[in-house]
């Protein structure tokens, strides 16, 4: 089937093009980066974790999201999602991969990333995260192209995908739980030491992954000829809007706890955050920016009459995930390292070799969402005179 993935039109082609040049100028960052070493960022002593690790803390959440369109279709046939699915799992694939880039960027070296192989340490929480990421990958990868492939002879999927499916709902929910783990589990810093950073994570996940998916859904829908149907939409539309609601309402709680338990270690990141702490205001504007980007999204996603009109659930899917993204893949790290325990900030906004880098993850993460994609697609467009929905025959 991956042959699929070398015939396109002029456009799919410019897209590939395109990709591959800001790996290339990302590639050549990195090169600088391994050369100079991490003193091409702007991470410090007091701010160990930046952009790299909060964009892996992001797209683990988005990888995890996948599980918003296998459970409802595989525990309880929810057959809307049949033409959705597979999209789902290939967002996943392409998620987590960026995942384990960002870390290997992060490591500065990346052959450090073979101590956790050749010296691996049970009793570190790092050491799960490697587990729980590269079998989610590779579940991901085995369910949907055997699913894709049995869809493409007009077949049931071999009996054993199964188990790997009910398999695979249990791992999304670890690869984004053990994550939170990592930043749960250290006792010093006051803004991740809460017992539902795990809770906040997924709630954060089920509303950002799905948007996402959807807005490239509905990109693609109005590109080609795929149409996800309008149950699909509306329903996981449904579930962002419960996942958002959720979302806001665990930040709420942590504010509760802090401020009206008048607790001085919890308050200062948030007071960081949202106010500026000891003459720092870096990440002001953008928190304030996430705040008020969220109640507008939630504005615009409870009221169903709003919800299901197509410009209106763009705008609200445009803003959830931008405020997502500036509140979990920015401020919450950078708040878990300030103020740091002298009560003193150590300023950090990533530096330009650092986006340049990053983008060289995005791209890869790109391109191997468009060839997946272009060959799911292609194949549904393959068999759509017999079978349009992407539901597998039933076996005779």
């Given at each position: ?5 070398l015939r396109g039109s002029p456009r799919y082609w410019g897209l590939i ?104 340490t049970p009793n570190s929480v790092l050491f799960w995260d490697m587990i ?265």
């Amino acid at each position: 089937m991956i042959e699929k993935a070398l015939r396109g039109s002029p456009r799919y082609w410019g897209l590939i093009i395109g990709l591959l040049c800001v790996i290339g100028l990302g590639a050549g960052f990195w090169m600088f980066q391994l050369t100079k070493g991490l003193v091409v960022t702007d991470l410090s002593r007091d701010v160990s974790w930046g952009f790299y690790i909060a964009q892996l803390t992001y797209f683990v959440g988005v990888a995890a999201s996948a599980v918003m369109l296998v459970l409802p279709y595989y525990f309880h046939h929810f057959k809307a999602f049949s033409k959705m699915i597979i999209l789902g799992e290939f967002l996943a694939i392409s998620s987590v991969t960026m995942c384990m880039l960002f870390v290997v960027v992060d490591l500065g070296q990346p052959q450090r990333m073979l101590n956790i192989i050749f010296h691996p340490t049970p009793n570190s929480v790092l050491f799960w995260d490697m587990i729980v990421l590269n079998g989610y990958l590779f579940l991901n990868l085995i369910i949907g192209w055997t699913s894709l492939q049995a869809f493409r002879n007009n077949m049931t999927p071999p009996t054993w995908v199964k188990p790997l499916v009910y398999l695979s709902v249990i791992w999304a929910f670890s690869i984004h739980t053990v994550t939170a783990f990592l930043y749960a589990g250290l006792p010093g810093r006051h803004y991740w030491l809460t017992a539902i950073m795990a809770a906040r994570f997924l709630a954060s996940a089920f509303c950002s992954g799905p948007a996402i998916l959807l807005l490239l859904t509905l990109l693609v829908k109005r590109l080609t000829s795929f149409d996800p149907g309008k149950k699909a939409i509306d329903t996981l539309a449904t579930i962002i809007t419960y996942a958002m609601c959720v979302n806001v309402f665990f930040f709420l709680l942590e504010l509760f706890t802090a401020f009206y338990s008048n607790m001085p270690g919890h308050m200062a990141p948030i007071v960081y955050l949202f106010k500026g702490f000891d003459g720092d205001t870096t990440l002001v504007p953008f928190m304030w920016t996430a705040a008020v980007l969220a109640i507008i999204s939630l504005a615009m996603l409870i009221p169903y009459k709003i919800r299901q009109q197509g410009p209106a659930l763009v705008t609200a899917l445009i803003l959830l995930v931008i405020a997502s993204w500036i509140d979990k893949g920015m401020g919450l790290i950078v708040a878990g390292f300030a103020p740091n325990p002298f009560e003193k900030v150590t300023a950090y906004l990533p530096t330009v070799p650092e986006l340049v880098v990053s983008s060289m993850v995005f791209g890869i993460g790109a391109l191997m969402l468009t060839v997946l994609w272009k060959v799911a697609l292609s194949v549904r467009a393959e068999v759509e005179g017999g079978n349009i929905s992407m539901v597998p025959p039933k076996p005779e």
